[in-house]
């Protein structure tokens, strides 16, 4: 479990323009990869940020540490040396993760949404709130989060899990997925996890939730029981699923919802 949160030493706030000649926090980020110096978020000068590195654009996001915190996009990195992706940051340090999360899913928003999707013009952020304008049309894009829901289904003292086939690894997982329009989370659980392996639910109640950046999904977590039905997956995105006892499961990292759901199978008979 993390036990870090996103607001322990930041807070949000927003510009497009914002000058300063203090140093500042920089969330570098070239690809999916965030630069880190000795391990932690580099504290510079814009003017040394723009010397030392190929910038596209830098944004404004808030404060981190009561000092302005920019999250920055690179053009073209001029080595691999001090880059890494946010789960090998996660083994560096949680509150590093959580705000390389943030400054993640920002630039992401930010970076793809520069052009008005209805009419083309060139957006600009509001004065008052984060958001993306079109000054043409009116058009706004919010930043943009993905809901998902992730359900761990107990039988008795087993735990379902399933092999998806979009991994790249053997291993059985939990059942996930991502909400449908009009639906409500827990019609999202219940709907997930008929469509993958066939099976009705009950007893659905809230665990708890996860910002997810990869790239911008909101985790959900929920328990349910086994109702009624037989294990048949649809052999798209479930190719197998089964019935698990303790013993037959291993911990994984703490990293993410899904962990904190097995631990809780495994650590509450």
């Not at 654009?57 to 992706?85: Q, S």
């Not at 509150?95 to 083309?120: A, M, P, T």
């Amino acid at each position: 479990m993390i036990n870090s949160s996103l607001y322990d030493n930041y807070s949000i706030d927003f510009k497009e323009e914002y000058k300063t000649d203090e140093k500042s926090y920089f969330l570098i980020f070239y690809n999916d990869e965030i630069y880190l110096e000795n391990n932690y978020i580099p504290l510079l000068t814009k003017e040394e940020l723009y010397k030392t590195f190929d910038v596209d654009f830098d944004l404004y996001i808030g404060t981190y540490k009561n000092k302005a915190c920019f999250v920055v996009n690179l053009i073209n990195r001029k080595n691999d040396k001090g880059f890494y992706n946010l789960h090998e940051v996660f083994n560096i340090n949680e509150e590093l993760f959580l705000i390389g999360g943030r400054g993640s899913q920002v630039r992401d928003w930010y970076k793809n949404h520069q052009y008005c999707g209805v009419c083309g013009e060139h957006n600009i952020i509001d004065e008052r709130e984060m958001m993306l304008k079109c000054p043409k049309c009116g058009h706004l894009n919010y930043t943009r989060i993905a809901p998902a829901i992730i359900v761990a289904i107990r039988k008795e003292d087993k735990l379902l899990m399933a092999y998806h086939s979009y991994y790249k690894t053997n291993d059985y997982s939990l059942l996930a997925g991502f909400v449908e329009a009009g639906e409500t989370l827990e019609e999202a659980v219940r709907r997930e996890v008929k469509e993958e392996v066939g099976i009705n639910i009950k007893n659905i109640k809230y665990f708890g939730s996860q910002s997810w950046p990869f790239p911008n999904s909101l985790m959900v977590g929920f328990t349910a029981e086994y109702d009624s039905g037989e294990i048949e997956v649809d052999n798209f995105e479930i190719l197998d699923a089964k019935w698990f006892n303790r013993n037959q499961i291993k911990r994984r990292s703490n990293i993410s919802i899904s962990s904190w759901l097995i631990d809780d199978f495994l650590d509450n008979k």
